[in-house]
């Protein structure tokens, strides 16, 4: 049980076009999804949270008008990044959790390399 | 503000090795913390989880680790390395309040093994 997909799994994409992510719960319905940025050899960056039929909620730094994110159901959010660039490049991950997880506890999707050539 | 601290970027050990991934937090209360592991290209996994209780927990793939307030540290350690053992060992803690609160990762570990 708690999985969580995204898809694609890795995207080229020419600089300036811009390119969506899904992320699915399949097997439990997310109240509240997260999406971090993972840079090379680095940690998890928290992007933005987002609850089911909601505004996210993004994390300083983040432009709220580059990532957009949208929680339209209990088992879908997609991030898109618009008017995409080189330094847009980077490892997306997703998260998920449901109203009966532990505190905290979050499910991760196996991530979707992003490349802007 | 939390924060989570694993000193060690990379670390090397021969098979069959035991070894231990340090792990620092700074919280003012009892922290959520959580240790995953994340191989090349792949999401997170969920190792395992301390929240109360027994200070020592058990996780997934023989993996144990031990939450000492005195020393704000939430060590992860195994007593045999497998050559699979091989990956980046994230540690984090519980930030914000409420069932909506998100995680902190420190920037992680590195684990090599040597046959």
């Known amino acids: 049980g708690a999985v969580v997909s995204q898809h694609p799994s890795w995207v080229i994409c020419k600089s300036g076009t811009s390119v969506k992510i899904e992320c699915r719960s399949l097997d439990f319905q997310a109240t509240t999804m997260f999406w971090y940025r993972q840079f090379p050899k680095q940690s998890l960056m928290l992007m933005a949270t987002?609850?089911?039929?909601?505004?996210?909620?993004?994390e300083q730094g983040v432009e709220k008008d580059k990532f957009l994110i949208n929680h339209a159901s209990l088992t879908l959010s997609t991030l898109t990044v618009t008017s995409a660039h080189p330094e847009d490049s980077s490892f997306y991950i997703c998260s998920a959790r449901d109203l009966e997880a532990a505190p905290y506890e979050q499910y991760f999707g196996p991530g979707t390399r992003l490349t802007v050539t | 503000a939390q924060s989570v601290t694993q000193p060690d970027i990379h670390i090397t050990v021969s098979e069959g090795a035991s070894l231990e991934l340090r792990c620092n937090y700074s919280y003012g209360a009892t922290p959520y913390l959580f240790w995953y592991v994340q191989s090349p290209g792949q999401g997170l996994q969920l190792l395992l989880k301390?929240?109360?209780?027994?200070?020592l927990v058990q996780g997934i793939k023989g993996f144990e680790a031990e939450f000492k307030r005195s020393q704000s540290s939430f060590n992860l350690r195994k007593p045999s390395v497998h050559w699979s053992d091989a990956a980046e060992y994230f540690c984090a803690v519980g930030a914000g309040g409420g069932s909506q609160g998100n995680l902190i990762f420190g920037k992680g570990t590195k684990l090599s093994v040597k046959p």
């Open positions: 301390y929240f109360s209780g027994d200070t």
């Open positions: 987002s609850n089911e039929g909601s505004k996210a909620t993004y």
